[in-house]
């Protein structure tokens, strides 16, 4: 392929590894030509606990592992002329790009250019009413009974486009659909109408591919003797080569482990796919259902025959409320008669919280009979035996109420059947997600690029 | 005489999900297979494998340029990953759980 702009995806969620950056930024660097390395770390829950974050201290409520993602590579895609693209901005974007600026500036880079992209967030007041009546009425009921924690429609890859043409070096958003961070890059670099809608879809496409990182570089997939891959400990992250004519090539850096072949790519083509013919983004409806894939070897999967229509009149938007309290409490029993003994521990605590809704789980394989550097008695070993691991749960609204999950196990010590050991507790505040379709000429998003004169 | 193996000796697969809705990709390993898979692998079939979860539907779409299948299975999560009392609130291990039916390969 010529013309070849080339995008890295270097984190598929918040959380996710920090040292996979340099050899994705390597590999652009040697490869010369214009690319772009792009973050993806905003689940549909991680926003909302931004949000919390964001109230309990106002300068924060972005990606906490921010540092960490760029600090590695920062200097390197700035000198090398890689722009940066994340929605590490969360619940702040403003707030990231100040902490990149000061990042940028300790490193000796002066007055890079940060752009924000803002109009996602939908959760002050004044968006209230309109929020409710695109809620279906028993959602709406739910909201309207519920404390508000974070509201954002999915943006698309237009204001991303804008600020890179602009001159951005650094994209900060908060909530935009997964592949924009893919679709922005692309259309700023091949100038393409945003009416293109065959292009549009192959850049959307090259986006959801990327957007997991190593779900499509041998993540999530190996099985071993079954569907191997090499080296997964050190599993590179993937970069697609895309051309003007939205022809793809996906492939990873070189001395990485992991894997690309056309079931790697088959896998994640699907991965959260409903339709394949109506894959719906703010950008274009995507369809992949004529999509033929040419396994180059050498991890390299070539891609063609997405076709795109027309982007739908809405843009979705996930609004998160208050979902009360998760309760988790486990206990277990080993050896002989360890599953009745865990049964018996079951019984008790249905009888002692008759009134709350409890799951019972009794996960078994090995695990307390061994030391902590792992040597006893092993799973298959010669030795039968029983390890089972007792877990309950509940939900309420009432954290009191869920807290007495956690008493009734601990209480399984003294009180419970022989031999129970190795309680552990858990009590977490819940996130309920409400969806809705919200008309897109009510949203006004926009990008602006950060003052550094503030700085200090 | 029916010959019966489970799913896992001919095809791949991968779970996604959104909210209480799963999506369930099955690949074949070998072309030739897809055949069974298209005969084998009918909704009604995919929905009483998964009956004890209770879906409320199941769609398939079929990709014949990757030999693949595209099951949406809805209601299947108890809630999804907000709202179960799962380990696995994501469901992301189901893919196995399909991958376990037998099918009828004689």
């Not at chain 1, 995008?7 to 690319?35: E, H, M, N, Y």
């Not at chain 1, 926003?47 to 200097?75: K, S, T």
């Not at chain 1, 722009?83 to 600026?101: D, L, S, T």
């Not at chain 1, 390299?300 to 938007?317: F, M, N, S, W, Y």
Request: aromatic share 6%; proline share 5%; with cysteine.
């Amino acid at each position: 392929m010529t013309d070849i702009y080339r995008i890295a995806c270097a984190a598929g969620f918040s959380g996710d590894r920090t040292d996979v950056a340099k050899p994705l930024v390597d590999q652009l660097l040697r490869s010369g030509g214009p690319a772009c390395l792009i973050f993806e770390s905003l689940a549909e829950r991680t926003l909302a606990l931004a949000q919390l974050e964001r109230h309990q201290n106002p300068d924060l409520g972005y990606e906490p592992l921010l540092l960490e993602m760029l600090e590695p590579i920062l200097v390197d895609c700035i000198k090398g002329g890689i722009p940066i693209v994340g929605n590490f901005g969360a619940a702040n974007p403003e707030g990231a790009a100040r902490f990149i600026a000061k990042l940028a500036q300790d490193k000796g880079l002066q007055n890079i250019k940060i752009a924000i992209v803002k109009g996602d967030d939908v959760s002050a007041p004044k968006f209230r009413s309109q929020l409710e009546s695109f809620l279906s009425p028993s959602d709406r009921e739910t909201l309207t009974q519920s404390a508000l924690v974070s509201a954002n429609v999915y943006l698309g890859g237009q204001e991303i486009a804008q600020a890179l043409n602009a001159g951005a070096q650094v994209v900060v958003t908060g909530r935009v659909a997964d592949p924009a961070l893919t679709v922005g890059p692309l259309m700023a670099h091949f100038k393409k109408e945003w009416s293109d809608w065959n292009f549009l879809g192959a850049a959307t496409i090259a986006g959801h591919l990327l957007e997991c990182g190593a779900q499509i570089t041998g993540g999530y997939f190996a099985d071993p003797g079954v569907k191997d891959v090499p080296n997964l400990a050190q599993v590179g992250f993937p970069i697609v080569e895309f051309n003007a004519q939205g022809k793809m090539c996906i492939t990873k850096p070189s001395k990485t482990g992991g894997l690309v072949s056309r079931m790697t790519v088959t896998e994640q083509l699907l991965y959260e796919i409903h339709d394949p013919a109506q894959y719906l983004t703010p950008d274009v409806v995507a369809d992949i259902s004529r999509v033929e894939l040419h396994d180059a070897g050498g991890d390299r999967v070539e891609l063609t025959g997405v076709i795109g229509h027309q982007k739908p009149d809405t843009l979705k938007a996930n609004i998160c409320i208050d979902g009360g309290w998760l309760s988790e409490a486990e206990i277990s029993y080993a050896g002989f008669h360890a599953y009745e003994r865990a049964q018996l521990a079951a019984q008790i605590i249905r009888e002692r919280l008759s009134d709350l809704v409890l799951r019972i789980d009794y996960i078994g394989s090995s695990s307390i009979f061994s030391s902590d550097a792992g040597e006893g008695p092993q799973i298959k070993s010669p030795i039968g035996f029983e390890d089972i691991r007792l877990r309950v749960s509940t939900a309420n609204q009432d954290k009191h109420q869920a807290m007495r999950v956690c008493r009734e196990v601990t209480a399984l010590y003294t009180c419970g059947p022989a031999g129970g050991g190795g309680v552990r507790t858990s009590l977490k505040p819940r996130l309920t997600t409400l969806v809705c379709l919200i008309p897109r000429d009510l949203i006004h998003a926009s990008y602006e690029f950060f003052d550094t004169k503030g700085l200090v | 005489m029916a010959k019966k193996i489970p799913l896992y000796q001919l095809a791949h697969a991968r779970t996604g999900d959104k909210g209480n809705r799963s999506n369930i990709s099955v690949i074949a390993y070998r072309a030739e297979d897809f055949p069974i898979l298209l005969r084998e692998l009918t909704t009604e079939r995919v929905k009483d494998h998964f009956g004890f979860r209770k879906p409320s539907a199941v769609k398939r779409y079929e990709l014949e340029n990757l030999k693949a299948l595209n099951f949406v299975i809805d209601d299947v999560l108890d809630g999804g990953v907000n709202l179960s009392l799962n380990l696995d609130s994501h469901g992301k291990s189901l893919s196995y759980w399909l991958l376990a039916m037998e099918i009828d390969v004689g």
